[in-house]
């Protein structure tokens, strides 16, 4: 999975843009994913590339070792701000609070969106597993 701001993609999509008066008046925006932790590979994460042989393309680097070390390293300030920072606690939790609050799926304004939910809503009921505690462990009994 991608992962870059408030961007989650199992499959990143791949965009083009027709433009009237810029050159190139076609361009095409595409993503590139690599695992080594060289550090010019490191460098090159979340930068835009063009490709050797592809007119009118740039590519989106990303560099997985980088991508793990700068989020470690924004997990790192964030658990330190909550710890020093009452307000900011205070606000993390209510925003907590409202995001794990239960949703009316009828309040999805998208119809394709909300048929969805139902239809994954319906699915997971019907592949449940065994009954876990608040633990996540299996229940006694079940």
Not at 87 to 102: G, L, T, V, Y
Request: hydrophobic residues 35%; contains cysteine.
């Amino acid at each position: 999975m991608y992962r870059h701001g408030t961007v989650h993609e199992l499959v990143p999509k791949a965009f083009f843009a027709k433009f009237l008066t810029f050159n190139p008046r076609r361009l095409r925006l595409k993503w590139m994913i690599n695992n080594v932790s060289k550090p010019g590979n490191r460098s090159a994460n979340l930068k835009f590339f063009p490709m050797h042989g592809k007119r009118a393309t740039l590519y989106f680097n990303v560099n997985t070792c980088q991508l793990a070390d700068d989020l470690m390293v924004a997990f790192e300030s964030f658990v330190t701000k909550l710890k020093r920072d009452r307000k900011f606690r205070r606000m993390c939790e209510r925003n907590a609070k409202k995001i794990m609050s239960d949703k009316d799926v009828d309040s999805i304004d998208s119809k394709t969106r909300k048929q969805a939910v139902y239809d994954q809503i319906k699915l997971a009921w019907k592949t449940r597993s065994e009954t876990v505690d608040e633990g996540g462990r299996p229940y006694p009994g079940t």
